[in-house]
């Protein structure tokens, strides 16, 4: 195509009008589900059609899903990978198609040039903020923490543990005791953590649970509660997320301390699609978001009240 066909073929395809397919991982947490909800509205705002499918925390179902999106010939796929490895047959039969692929919030160990970008957060940047947040609440009082991981192979769990590990390293004082997979749920949260305090005499050796996300982290709170401890008192409560119901914990006194990510991934993401099919635009390859700390100096009502409104 000359440049001018280009240009009428990409304007013409600007993100209104467009139809884009949306592999989610599932509703396994309060954050998961707020990325849907804004996700919608962010296709909404623009215009754009988008074919939603939920894979239930499957691999296999998030395949055949992109499948097919590619059968129906969309414009775009956004992919949110369960896990980081097993992508490259099926994105390589969207780059056949010359189907633009974005990855929301999770990584995959995969060529770059098997997606236009990836919007995620600085997962292990994360992990490490949670670190020096108990590092500098406990200085040098020994500390045996237990860790509810996300889910096993997914970037967001390696990353956090990797930058938490970091955080703490320097520190002798601090040690990881204990560390499970909750896969990123209040359930399984709640159930690794109950099996954490038997092994750890009822609680009492554990000075802090360190959870790779909210929800599993108020599962444990009701471990924690049900063994007759204090949740942000006996036991220190710190995760990630910032979904309302930390904030609810956090004003309890039950919780601690929590690094916000933003469910709003979708948004840079159409964003990048806009600007690449309008004018063949290649966007960063790895957009990233902000994250923050919020502890309990930081209105966590009002912060519960803004983030009901958001999407949870
Ligand atoms: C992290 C994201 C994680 C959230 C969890 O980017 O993939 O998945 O922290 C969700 O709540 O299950």
Known sequence: LGASMIAICCTAASAAGLTVGFSQIGSESGWRAAETSVTKQEAEKRGITLKFADAQQKQENQIKAIRGFIAQGVNAILVAPVVATGWEQVLGEAKDAKIPVILLDRGIDA??????????????????????????????????????????????????????EEAIAGHKNISIARSQTGDFTRSKGKEVMEGFLKAENGGKNICAMYAHNDDMA???????????????????????????????????????????????????AFDALDAYLKSGKQPEKFIITQSKLYTPADDPKGEYERRKGLGY
Not at 251 to 264: D, K, Q, S
């Open 111 to 164: 060529s770059k040039d098997l997606y236009l970008t990836s919007v995620a957060s600085d997962q292990v940047k994360e992990g490490s903020v949670a670190g020096d947040w108990l590092v500098k609440t406990v200085g040098d009082k020994p500390c045996r923490v237990v860790e509810l991981q996300g889910t096993v192979g997914s970037t967001p769990a390696i990353n956090r543990k990797k930058g938490f």
């Open 218 to 268: 108020v599962g444990a709170i009701q471990a924690i509660k049900d063994a007759g401890l204090k949740p942000g008192k006996d036991i220190l409560v710190v995760s990630i997320d910032a979904v309302p119901d930390i904030f609810q914990a956090m004003a309890a006194g039950e919780a601690n301390a929590t690094v916000e990510l933003t469910p709003n991934m979708a948004g840079p």
